[in-house]
């Protein structure tokens, strides 16, 4: 362990990854490093920059901020209109810098300018509209015989229609395309994309979401998976790289040197996408682990000793995170996991399953609020018709079953005074610290109807045709299947609040790859294994996860 | 030498680099490279491959030959149409082996084909485009103030707009992202603008030419200079990308491996542009030569033995080639020559001077012609009015001074029966096997005029306000001088029959790059050394190059 060693451990302690309470303020740290890379690059704008987007805010007088804006204002425009891509360098430059010293209220400000005064030129849009409807389109599409009258008369309307298509372009194009091809630029645009979206977050503004929305398509045409190389990242990487992958990892936080070393060691691998114009940090990274089971719960990987490489038959991918908040949205995941099946199947034959150890992380927030109105609904309908049949009723439905109710009930005394079984398990699955998983009484009572509604939830719960769970969406479109999910499989505080403690098994079979990712695309269907379907109506039959 | 080294030399043998005869024969060798990579893949398409287009055409029966062209088209639509990109691989890779194993003829018919019947959903183009002109521009412009219902109406203009942009795209742009993403697609879409360049070569229809400009706008998206790596190719590269190298190089071709060693060399560099979908292939590459002074023949480079490096003081750019016919028209040499000067003033800061000695490929042409047509003018002139003062005439110009006209009619009595020194100096020039290189006294008549004529082709021929010749606009536009002419400085049958043997200096000034390309693009100008522009004048005073 060296000093570079020794440099992540501390970073990694700076960077608790809490919410933070600016809106822009997880790009400050971005911002400086990125100001740091161009320090040899003085510009007119730089010096108003120094102490960087907070101090700013703080320390600068108004007037003084005003005129950072205008400078910025000033170069932006130059960098749209100036003519000769050659020229660009400095100004470019200028504005990226000056960007980063802005505070959030000027960011915001400029990036509406950039939305609204560099939009599409809307008069020129319809001129030639206006010489579009005029021209006939030429019949001559009988592949031969064209005459040569007509090959002309065919020139100016493809000329027109070209002139069109450009004319609906947005002059800030113009600006994406020069920072693309601008050193630093890819990733200046991945950041303004960051600043966008926790703008439209507070405030949906449709000339910004045009701006998104255009910016989305560009960075996706540029990310392309055919410009992206696949890195494995090892313990040899640079300190700088390896501290990107503490400080991203979204689903397992890393907690420590050792830690990370584990996860890049034997029995295991990390592979992340680079993009050229982004060197030295993975754009998305995957984390993998070589088993001879498909494993149940976390606290396998992070127990028990690695598994020796030759007796590996499964490789259990158990964390993927994204590193760019600007780039939400463009899938770099599904590529990046074709990839990896592909290179680990070519160089360990001996892999026949590829799995997941997923999370679930909107299966607590879909059950509360499911708990909350129906019990609510259930409350309201026994008091407006105390003998009706309730399982008739169309205005609630009482998720849980008879059995599950009852035991519910028997609890304890405090609970068979609520008004029903769904209450009582709301009451018990926000009580404080997650109590509950403590009890061997309450994990008893609990796991029939969790599990159930587990099962439910991924299989069944949909928004647009599509699973309500978003990383199941990710999975499923990808290809896999759902194969099993299973109990107390992440005990952290993280795990119980966003599933209850339960994870799930996504299988990818390489033979049904490109056929479950078709039938889910089009009619959504979900490809699950018979156990768990079975689940969804019985969990006595359910023949795992059990400890 | 191994045998790697052997392998070189054989298919340098073997690849004498003639015009071809036919228009697309050029391709078989790619295609055959290409289909050997796929070999893994069996497909439906690639039973009817085998033999590649050559053998194809004369050996399959017509049936046979329709039936794959049939089933190309197939998947060609397949690759079109299919909804989810998960299920395209095979469809991508079917249609690419197919393509290769067409004919000339059934390529030219299915780039017409998906030219004509995969361009706009024009009758959807028309109903967005009422669509558009039904809606009033809302007003909210003034960044501050929008209502919510504003704000509303907004969005669905904006939401039509975006899908006027995405109707003006024709469905074959759908082909062209999907073949980017497929792996080695890019590389098939470099191959089948070439196919196109050739057909539009010969017949020039709109639909395809319609065609080609949006596949080079895509390419050029794709290619942008973020997405190439820099790579310096030495000896230690590999014989594929080193053969690669002798087969492309343009200005200089490679004589054997001795000469290929030595362009890697100590005193000399070769750096290319690799793309990450594309590897093991510069794309482009440029080779540059260490020197002391700049080189004003190429035979310094061959003949003398390599300067020290720590004694160079000048970076002589000698050669620059592309090796993708498919690429023509997309600049990447001048983000490459900005990349290598870059890097060599940082590598070695003792380099002061960053210069070309460069060919002129279209001065013998345009002289050659302007000889023929003014001499014949010159002529008739002459017949109609014997007696008129031939300079006030505005018909014709007599591009050679009094004193060149007398020398070269006193040459010879054979000469001095012509009509006129232009007739002299076209009757000397077309002479088999450049017999004039070897005769001092020709030389010596001919240098005064080849040169002043030379700078005149350079710095005052253009066309659209750019430099006739393709090289000095190359150069130009990236922000080059021209420094100075060179007499004889290539005396190779290639050098004699483009220029006359003569060579040119481009010099790029570091602090003038911008400059200088800026003025060049907004009104022509040429900047030129006070030799070079005194040599239009008068050859006399010009002090170098003599020998």
């Known amino acids: 362990m060296n000093k570079k060693g020794l440099a992540i451990l501390m970073r990694t302690r700076m960077r608790p990854g809490e919410p933070s309470k600016l809106a822009l303020s997880p790009l400050a740290d971005q911002a400086n490093e990125m100001r740091a890379e161009n320090k040899g690059n003085q ?61 959030p209220e000027n960011r915001r400000k400029l990036l509406l300018i950039l939305a609204k ?10 001129q030639l509209i206006n010489q579009y409807l005029s021209l006939e389109l030429p019949k001559g599409d009988g592949a031969q015989g064209d005459t040569v009258e007509e090959e002309g008369l065919l020139s100016t309307f493809y000329r ?16 994406f395309e020069r920072l693309n091809t601008h050193p630093g630029g890819l990733k200046f645009l991945s950041i303004l994309r960051a600043d966008i979206l926790c703008i439209l977050a507070e405030d949906n503004i449709a000339s910004l ?32 790289l390896l501290e990107k992958i503490v400080a991203y990892e979204a689903v397992h936080p890393i907690s420590n040197l050792i830690d990370l ?46 598994t020796p490489e030759h007796e590996a038959t499964c490789a259990l991918f158990y964390s993927i995170s994204s ?40 299966f607590m927030q879909w059950l509360l609020s499911k708990l909350a109105s129906q019990s609510k609904l259930a409350e309201l309908e026994a008091s407006s018709h105390p003998s009706a049949d309730r399982s008739t009723s169309s205005f609630w439905e009482n998720i849980l079953k008879q059995e599950e109710e009852s035991a519910l009930l028997s609890l304890s005394e405090e609970f068979a005074a609520m008004n029903n079984g769904m209450e ?40 647009r045709g599509k699973a309500l769970d978003s990383v199941a969406n990710f999975h499923l479109q990808n290809g896999a299947m759902v194969q099993r999910i299973n109990w107390m499989a992440d005990r952290s505080e993280k795990g119980l609040q966003q599933s209850g403690g339960i994870m799930v098994n996504y299988v990818y079979r390489l033979g049904n790859i490109e056929e479950y990712a078709q039938s889910y695309f089009s009619t959504g269907h979900i490809h699950a294994s018979p156990d768990l379907l079975h689940q969804l109506e019985n969990v006595d039959v359910q023949g795992n996860g059990d400890e």
Chains 1, 2 share one sequence.
Request: proline share 6%; net charge positive; charged share 20%.
């Open 261 to 306: 070393k584990r996860r890049l060691g034997v029995g295991r691998r990390c592979f992340g996408y680079i993009h050229p114009a982004i060197p030295g940090e993975p754009l998305i990274f995957i984390e993998v682990a070589l088993l001879k089971n498909v494993a149940q719960t976390i606290q396998v990987l992070w127990d028990n000793p690695p």
């Open 323 to 362: 590193t760019q908040p600007g780039l939400a949205g463009i899938n770099l995941g599904k590529f990046l996991i074709k990839r990896v099946v592909t290179l680990l199947k070519k160089d360990m034959p001996q892999i026949s399953t590829f799995a997941t150890l997923s999370p679930i992380p909107g």
């Open 424 to 463: 009582v398990m709301l009451h018990i699955l926000t009580s404080k610290n997650h109590d509950w998983k403590n009890s061997p009484e309450l994990l008893a009572v609990l796991k029939p109807p969790l599990m159930r509604l587990c099962a439910r939830y991924l299989l069944q719960e949909k928004k």
């Open 160 to 175: 027109i229609e070209r002139n069109l298509r450009h004319s609906l372009q947005p002059l800030y194009e113009v600006l």
């Open 117 to 126: 005064e560099y939009d599409l030129n809307r008069v020129q849009v319809r």
């Open 209 to 240: 979401r045009a701006l998104d929305s255009y910016l989305k398509e560009k960075l996706s045409t540029w990310l392309s998976p055919a410009t992206l190389e696949l890195h494995q990242i090892t313990w040899d990487d640079s300190a700088s």
């Open 43 to 103: 510009s007119a704008g730089s010096s108003m920059g120094d102490g960087g987007g907070e101090g700013n805010r703080v320390l600068s007088p108004s007037s003084n901020n005003m005129r950072a804006f205008e400078q910025v204002r000033e170069s932006m425009h130059s960098a749209i209109s100036m003519n000769k891509t050659e020229v660009l360098d400095t100004v470019l430059s200028d504005f990226s810098e000056g960007y980063f010293s802005l505070s």
